[in-house]
Nanobody, 123 residues
């Protein structure tokens, strides 16, 4: 079993940047494909980005393409989400997730979840 902890969220002005981190413990992260999802109040949990176990394949939601970058450092057991050109509509709780299978784009595909970190973008 893997335990995930997100960090790096906060309040930022529109156009600004944040980098989220997802640190894993319990098992080596290199065994898992990873993803980021986000959930705004009273909305469903939406896919943001995913990365395969080795880091050479990624997938992004259309709404974040060209602005967000997902990466991983398996030696540090950490996955990152670099978020640039942030918009107010990016405001949400961001979750990282892990799966032993391939990097899918829907929440049900992931077995392990972090507790989330709040990102708030002011206009």
């Amino acid at each position: 079993q893997v335990h995930l902890v997100e960090s790096g969220g906060g309040l930022v002005q529109a156009g600004g940047s944040l980098r989220l981190s997802c640190a894993a413990s319990g098992r080596t992260l290199s065994s898992y494909a990873m993803a980021w999802f986000r959930q705004a109040p009273e909305k469903e949990r939406d896919f943001v980005a995913a990365i395969n176990w080795s880091g050479d394949a990624t997938n992004y939601a259309d709404s974040v393409k060209g602005r967000f970058t997902v990466s991983r450092d398996n030696a540090k057991n950490t996955v990152y989400l670099q978020m640039n050109s942030l918009k107010p509509e990016d405001t949400a709780v961001y979750f990282c997730a892990a799966t032993i299978y391939s990097h899918r784009t829907y929440p049900a595909a992931y077995e392990y979840w972090g507790q989330g970190t709040q990102v708030t973008v002011s206009s």
